[in-house]
């Protein structure tokens, strides 16, 4: 099996910084674009950022150069780094992969997609 553990969340004040990881685990042979989503109290799951497997980036204009989106192959894992953190910023943080490659007892190789993790709550108080 394969899942996604965030970690890093936590309160902040406005103005301030926090790093986010997320460490995939399993018997892992690759792992595609992982992402970074957030959802906010009454309000829909959005997308924050996104990094392919060669290192090519996407973000939302909301976050635009505050965050900073990176991945590390050899641990299998993805970070997020938040700068200039505001209010609007509060909310749950996921990460998502959307297909991993593993090594698998029968095949030898299985495809997952849509991994997601549980989250983690970032809170910046004003």
């Known amino acids: 099996q394969v899942q996604l553990m965030e970690s890093g969340g936590g309160l902040v004040q406005a103005g301030g910084f926090l790093r986010l990881s997320c460490a995939a685990s399993?018997?892992?042979?690759?792992?595609?674009?992982m992402g970074w989503y957030r959802q906010a109290p009454g309000k829909q799951r959005e997308l924050v950022a996104l990094?392919?497997?060669?290192?090519?980036?996407n973000y939302a204009d909301s976050v635009k150069g505050r965050f900073t989106i990176s991945r590390d192959d050899a641990k299998k894992t993805a970070y997020l780094q938040m700068n200039s953190l505001t209010p609007e910023d509060t909310a749950v943080y996921y990460c998502?992969?959307?297909?991993?490659?593993?090594?698998?007892?029968?095949?030898?190789?299985?495809?997952?997609?849509?991994?997601w993790g549980q989250g983690t709550q970032v809170t910046v108080s004003s």
């Open positions: 998502r992969v959307d297909r991993i490659l593993l090594r698998d007892q029968v095949t030898s190789a299985k495809d997952v997609f849509d991994v």
């Open positions: 990094i392919t497997s060669n290192g090519g980036t």
């Open positions: 399993g018997s892992i042979l690759n792992i595609n674009t």
